[in-house]
Structure formats: structure tokens, C-alpha cells
């Protein structure tokens, strides 16, 4: 069983920067990909960022170059940096991991708002 630990989430005015910690816990895992996904106020929850083990990203288009995820897997922490925050980047962020045997785990969510 794996649990996801997020944290670094709050209230930023526009423009400003936030950074958010997912570290997964257990035992017994192998964690294959890890993303960062976010749910804004009525809408769907939508991908943000996916990095593999192997340290490949991929971005959602309107987040490229404003954001940057990492990891360190050998604390089995995926990092999001977020630069340039927007009002409409305000949503409650999840952390998602996927381990090698094909089991998904979500964090219980953090919530950012950017607003002045």
C-alpha cells in the first residue's frame, strides 16, 4: 500500500511563486511514473505534469515553461514548481502515482489560490 503525502500548497498573490512536496510512503513499491494533476471550483480534474522514473517529463501545454516538475526517487518525492501563478491556476492540486505492477495511488489534494 503506498500513501501520498502532499504539502506547500496556500494563498499566493498573481505573479508569485509556490512549490509543492508529494512524498509517497510504504513499503514493498516501485514507483513507475508520478504526475501532479489539478481540480478547479465545477470543472474536471485535469493532468498538470508527468515525470517517469526515469526523469521524462511531459506538460500540459498551457503550463509549459511556467511550470517544472522533479523528483528524487530516492525519497519518493515528485516536486512542482510553479512560476508566473495566474488566478486561474487557483484549484486543489493532487499528487498521482503509478507503480510498476499497474497500481494507482492519489494524494488527498492541496489546495492553491492565487488571488491578490
Known amino acids: 500500500q503506498v500513501q501520498l503525502v502532499e504539502s506547500g500548497g496556500g494563498l499566493v498573490q498573481p505573479g508569485g511563486s509556490l512549490t509543492l512536496s508529494c512524498a509517497a510512503t510504504g513499503s514493498g513499491f516501485s514507483i513507475r511514473v508520478m504526475a501532479w494533476y489539478r481540480q478547479a471550483p465545477g470543472k474536471e480534474r485535469d493532468l498538470v505534469a508527468i515525470?517517469?522514473?526515469?526523469?521524462?517529463?511531459s506538460y500540459a501545454d498551457s503550463r509549459k515553461g511556467r511550470f517544472a516538475i522533479s523528483r528524487d526517487n530516492a525519497k519518493n518525492t515528485v516536486y512542482l514548481q510553479m512560476n508566473s501563478l495566474k488566478p486561474e491556476d487557483t484549484a486543489v492540486y493532487y499528487c498521482?502515482?503509478?507503480?510498476?505492477?499497474?497500481?494507482?495511488?492519489w494524494g488527498q489534494g492541496t489546495q492553491v489560490t492565487v488571488s491578490s
Open positions: 498521482n502515482a503509478a507503480t510498476g505492477s499497474g497500481q494507482n495511488y
Open positions: 515525470i517517469t522514473s526515469h526523469g521524462t517529463t
